[in-house]
């Protein structure tokens, strides 16, 4: 075991120290495990992790092994969305990974329990377990409860970003919009919809480093807890069997985790999450892999944004194994944490309900949710999230109303200068650009929520929340701060979005493209904080997963 190192002689006073803490001195014999907490007061998907804490904890001393509860911070991306705190969201996944490598290599731990839910810490600490590559187990602390307003189920996205349009349209009153404010999140958890946070608990799933039904297991429930103790038991299990991290992080598995979000019409973030967890798994990955699957992978789940289930209806109706039942023929094996393969997870799980996971062949769309496009707004790559866009928006043709930052793009929105046949170009709001590649949630919402989602488009080299649906481009590759050919659109000129072809293009001509781009200079930003200079001069393209480049 890593831990080994302790119990040489010389080592004694690393030893009387660890038995200041409390443990007895065998205790120092057993598996040392790490529960890797971002519980926190400020994030309701996080604020009742205490108690999974010591759940984990019972699962881990009950397998022979000793526990440590090391704590990390957390972010809440609708907290932070819509000023300058959504600038500091993406960053976080590169401190959490550098804070997992940090703390468990200090400490010699012989394998972590990471108890997560949020946006950027999941992928944060699978990348940090995946660059050290030890035994590991991921507990998502789950969904939250749908609120309810009567007979009305409601969710945060829904029902409180998009209700400010409607109310800014009059469509609703204050007074019901207030209601909706105490009424949308009732529970502690991760937002209700196929958001970020749910969309990155599923494929932790898929991906095999969670047990089965963690990834939708919601929050209050009693079976979270059963399944922190299960998990804290398995742990010590995977540190004396020597199964590491990038045992079950193979490239098959990214494949699975792919089809699965493709399936399920998952948040268009992880187009920068899972090449991120491949580059420190060792595990090759383009993002143009995404809509090579896609093309095969029928969208078989309708999640809310843009569908109609809720994450406790994923559940009920059998959870990640009922997916991965459903695309049997398509997986391919792969061990996981819980000691079989995950063809065998499928081959054992039930549907309940035939509608919430449809089966392959009467698909709710015969594609996958997401959708690579390129052209000459986009020679890497941009990102669509083309299972939540009506038929009517995949091909449109619209007028540039271009931006140089969110704030001005949702006065313009707000203020109602935006009209039909407009497309929103939102720039310098790139990982390098921003810096920090912020969500645009809130101008994405107030468009669908004032009644534009059939008339409007809009794309950036930012990105969205997983609460976005309609016809929103993002991850535009390259950004405007790097020169890239979204910096150069001219308000007035014409867009052409084309989602079943791909294809993203300026409608100039080569010749005047190639005479913009050879004038241009992208704006330099006064950036005072020092933690996003750092990080805008490492990190790179959102087609590479914004990665560091160190």
């Known amino acids: 075991m890593r831990s080994d190192v302790l119990r040489e002689f010389e080592k004694l006073p690393a030893r009387a120290l660890m038995m200041a803490t409390g443990i007895q001195r065998k205790d120092i014999d057993k598996p040392l495990i790490g529960i890797v907490s971002s519980w926190t007061d400020l994030v309701p998907g996080h604020a009742d992790m205490f108690s999974l804490e010591r759940f984990i904890e019972r699962g881990i001393a009950a397998a022979g092994g000793t526990p440590f509860v090391v704590r990390v911070p957390a972010v809440c991306d609708g907290i932070a969305m819509g000023h300058e705190g959504m600038r500091f969201s993406l960053p976080l996944r590169e401190l959490m990974a550098d804070a997992v490598e940090d703390v468990v290599t200090a400490h010699q731990l012989d394998g972590v329990v990471?108890?997560?839910a949020c946006d950027k810490i999941t992928p944060g600490m699978l990348m940090g377990v995946a660059r050290l590559n030890i035994p590991a187990?991921?507990?998502t602390a789950g969904p939250m409860l749908a609120g309810r307003r009567g007979k009305e189920r409601l969710d945060l996205v829904t029902h409180t970003f998009e209700a400010i349009g409607r109310y800014k349209a009059g469509e609703i009153s204050l007074e019901e919009l207030l209601e909706l404010e105490g009424a949308a999140c009732p529970s502690s958890g991760s937002c209700?919809?196929?958001?970020?946070?749910?969309t990155m608990a599923c494929l932790t799933e898929a991906l095999g480093l969670s047990l089965p039904y963690c990834g939708t297991s919601p929050a209050p429930l009693a079976e979270k807890k059963r399944i922190a103790e299960a998990s804290g038991e398995k742990i010590v299990e995977l540190v004396k069997k020597g199964i590491k991290a990038r045992d079950i992080l193979t490239p098959a598995a990214f494949r699975n985790a792919i089809k699965v979000d493709l399936a399920l019409g998952g948040s268009t973030n992880t187009v920068l999450h899972l090449p991120a967890i491949a580059?420190?798994?060792g595990v090759p990955f383009e993002i143009k892999l995404f809509d090579q699957l896609s093309r095969e992978t029928p969208k078989i789940c309708s999640m809310r944004p843009g569908g109609k289930y809720l994450m406790e209806d994923l559940h009920y109706a059998g959870g990640i194994p009922g997916v991965l039942k459903r695309l049997y023929d398509s997986l391919e094996d792969n061990p996981t944490v819980l000691g079989v393969n995950i063809k065998q997870i499928a081959a054992s799980a039930k549907i309940w309900d035939e509608d919430v996971i449809r089966p392959v062949d009467n698909p709710y769309s015969p594609e996958g949710g997401i959708a690579i496009l390129y052209g000459n707004l986009a020679p890497d790559g941009a990102v669509v999230k083309q299972g939540a866009v009506s038929d009517k928006m995949k091909v449109f043709t619209g007028t540039a109303r271009v931006f140089?930052?969110?704030?001005?793009?949702?006065?313009?929105?707000?203020?109602?200068k935006i009209k039909a046949g407009d497309i929103i170009v939102i720039r310098y709001e790139g990982p390098k650009g921003g810096p920090g590649m912020r969500e645009m949630l809130a101008v994405t919402a107030s468009v669908m929520g004032m009644g534009l989602g059939e008339s409007v488009a809009l794309i950036t080299d930012g990105r969205f929340s997983g609460g976005t649906h309609g016809p929103c481009i993002g991850h535009i590759s390259p950004e405007a701060a790097e020169g890239g050919p979204i910096g150069v659109v001219q308000e007035g000129d014409k867009i052409h979005i084309n989602i079943p072809e791909r294809r993203l293009e300026l409608l100039i001509s080569e010749e005047e493209l190639k005479e913009r781009l050879k004038n241009f200079k992208p704006k330099q930003k006064e950036v005072k904080s020092k933690l996003l200079r750092k990080y805008a001069k490492l990190v790179t393209s959102a087609a590479k997963g914004a990665i560091q480049d160190v």
């Open 114 to 116: 990471l108890l997560t």
């Open 137 to 139: 187990i991921v507990v």
């Open 192 to 198: 209700q919809g196929m958001f970020t946070a749910n």
């Open 279 to 281: 580059h420190e798994a």
């Open 404 to 416: 140089d930052c969110e704030e001005d793009a949702m006065k313009a929105v707000m203020d109602g």
